[in-house]
């Protein structure tokens, strides 16, 4: 979405169809070039990545306008995995399914699904980016770290006690959260929003109130200050959470559609797990 | 919202329902286990999965229940990518671009482009594995692959005129289509399906009144063969390319937000491409 | 929809813009005329139907291109009323209130609730209206109604125990369905489609497995078939129901956001209601 | 989906949750009480509405907990009657018969138009509420109305040059605005909302920069006030606009679906109206 207009693609026609020289309504995208038996994104022919990009580095182009190199692919790679899927717990989750044991297709079931990451779930991305962006502003502008901190707190914590990017319904220790951190760390990728959110989960829970009950730093927060050093603004922040889950979605609205009767109602407290026991990767995939 | 709660109503049975004394409303899930700090996706903990499966490979393992191996992972992550954006010509994307304009959030537009997915668009890939389970039982009574696909296209031509996964709008060849179809070919993961819908083209186009047009086979047709021979369902087909696509309908939502005005006229017709120009991968990733 | 073009309105400029004579992509709509300062639903100013029709006239003039006789307005209203909102009980209103409940709009609230009519919510009007279609051909090519009910009921019950139109999770006698079924009668618009259904309901509960459990008709079955005696076509049979019951999605999303917390458990049989008392309608609403 | 039951699993605590000793999850809807054979909507029994309150009444009824009085039923009435359709002009109109077109079900195509509902498209109403709110409160504090309407324009104009409930795309005069504002004060139902909101109009054209481009009342203006004055709370607003709006996505989601090939391209500059010529209600109407 930042590249220049290149003039003289354009002038061989890599416009999709032009046929009102005299029409101001042209639009611009710089996206995806399609034309008969032709299908580019960012530049590159879709079949010729085929074969040689993994999915998430096809995503990460899409969204960004270059191929990432081998380091971001794979911290891009953990970002998208991370949120998955969250079993039945989440509103959307079952949104999709109760939607999908009525009778529709999985489109509305996925769709329906979509429609219930709002500013409570899945919402948090976005406003961490902006909220962290802020601190890091205040940093540039001569503040501490710690200092920043304590602004940003002081700032997004008295309408909510809880400021986006912590705590969660279930985990007190987020493990993705953890270490979706780790592994920027250790791919030499975490750079001012990992820094300032590290000291902002440490302000945070050095607050006399919290010494019995700290505030975990959660997925959605780890996932703002990943993807903001990796470079991602904070208007996509919220979608990067939406591709993650759609699988996730789906799976449940197909298991129900599969294995439940239609129209049951759907109890998530009544929900028991019987798939495969606990088990560790094979030694090929570490 | 105001009315003093009734307690003799409440008493008498006001109560919309309660009935479960012998509690009986137990139900399974089988795709991902949550406890306090645990994750676990198909019995392997998410965070123990991040950095090391690829997305393509990890969304496999929650649709199907095993990891994949590295030559079936390769495929799926191909299948994904095929059609992960095709520019601002289908109406998903023409949708969620005039959903993102009105001022809607990301998840609206994302869904509202979900639900473009219809018998038209996106829907076929059910329609051909169904078409082509009923062919691969043809060929298991006894009859040799060309009969079975001629049966095929004498029950699915006969209300349209194009049977499931063959044609396309805009392309006479569909490159992704034949990138996917070698691909499997090439990892030695072609099977039943691969072969009777190669058939299926060959005696399509063999028809007279095909000489001059011949209908070639789509993105949707090869996704279908290679994932029936992966051993995916047809109720999950539709899914793939939803997974697939939502990535594209996200950043031309994201583009449209950033780069245009609200509630403008949408003219696909009017749109040209202003990215990169056509390029190559590197040389390391091939 | 069935109205003849009407020549000397588009020679005098109905046309909603007109500016490329040879374009052959010209497209007609006969639902609505917008100009400037003009908006005319079925060539009737809408400023000039505010004031002087009922909501249910207006949106019965929109779907069937004339104005209502009053009976037929009363009756089409009944039909509207009747489904307005069933409580916490049915997935739509469950789905619609989890979405509220997760921050999102109102929007996405109630179109997420929209997505679960599915077929076994919602969906049985338009297979009831075409259910009763073949019956009353079947009458018309000499059957008795009896001899044709029949002849339904062996054809559409064989896939499900249940004919469409008939039964209900909750009630063993739909008050809305009765309802509606004795004011088309008392109106005297009560036709073919009426009396056939109540020929069907007769066979279908004299049969010696239903002694014990008659199956009653439901509110679909009852608005299916005095729609079907107004002259509206199956294929806008679903539609009915998603218009009459948006105010009630829309209710429960807002009830929901203004008092309960969000990300809650739905859990519908938790629910009491603490409204008024049962209560009736004054004397001059009589 | 094919793995056994894990049985330690499962007792091992393989249930998801479950800790509802004190079972402290009650919670109250006071909008419709569901039982056996009985629905009733705020203490009326629905099938003793039918035939008696017109739709709109209805609506009233469930939105607000009391029946409106015949003045406030018909205002309301013509609420809900003035956003009936607009044509094939909006957004919103677009996006539901693109996915009509795809091959969807009548629920996904008036979801997807509901989605396009958003801050620049029938998403209005909430914003001119909450502003005629903060003038109305200026005005309890001492100012006239013409001072708070002064503060209005300063407060409201500065990040948009339109403030909300004024100027439309197409209309220089809304007709339905006028004649709503006009009804309200025939039916004496106009009060403070009302009267603020012509006082910012007169104030906002009487600006020298729109001498010569007068802004007019739009109808999401227009609306607010009136109900403002009926007493409904903002967080409603936007869906007034909804419920009123649904059946006209409908009527164009069947009409495409009855009259245009599917997949087509639709450019609403290319439409024209082929419904009957502009007419008068008859004079039993008036």
Known sequence: ?????????????????????????????????????????????????????TYSEAVYLLLRGELPSPAIGKLFTAVLLS???????????????????????????????????GSYHGGDIE???????????????????????????????????????????????????????????ELELDGEYCRLLRVVERVLNSQPERAQRPLPLNIDGAIAAVCGDLGFGPEIGNGLFIISRVPGLLAHAVEEKLTQPPMRKIDRDEAYYNGPARRRLPESRK
Request: glycine fraction near 10%; charged fraction near 20%; aromatic fraction near 4%.
């Open 83 to 117: 949120s998955l899927d969250h079993g039945v717990t989440p509103p959307s989750t079952l949104v999709a399914r109760q939607v999908a044991g009525s009778g529709s297709s999985l489109s509305s079931a996925v769709a329906a699904g979509v429609l219930a990451f």
């Open 127 to 185: 406003a961490v980016m902006r909220c962290l962006q802020e601190g890091i502003s205040l940093h540039h502008g001569g503040r501490s770290y710690e200092e920043a901190a304590r602004l940003l707190l002081e700032r997004h914590c008295s309408a909510e006690p809880t400021p986006p990017g912590f705590g969660h319904r279930i985990h007190t220790r987020d493990p993705r959260a953890a270490r979706l951190m780790q592994l920027a760390h």
């Open 1 to 53: 979405m930042n590249h220049d207009p290149a003039t003289p693609e354009k002038a061989a026609g890599g416009r999709l169809r032009r046929q009102r020289p005299a029409d101001t309504g042209e639009w611009a995208t710089s996206l995806t070039r399609i034309a008969q038996n032709e299908v580019e994104i960012r530049g590159y022919p879709v079949d010729e990545l085929m074969g040689r990009l």
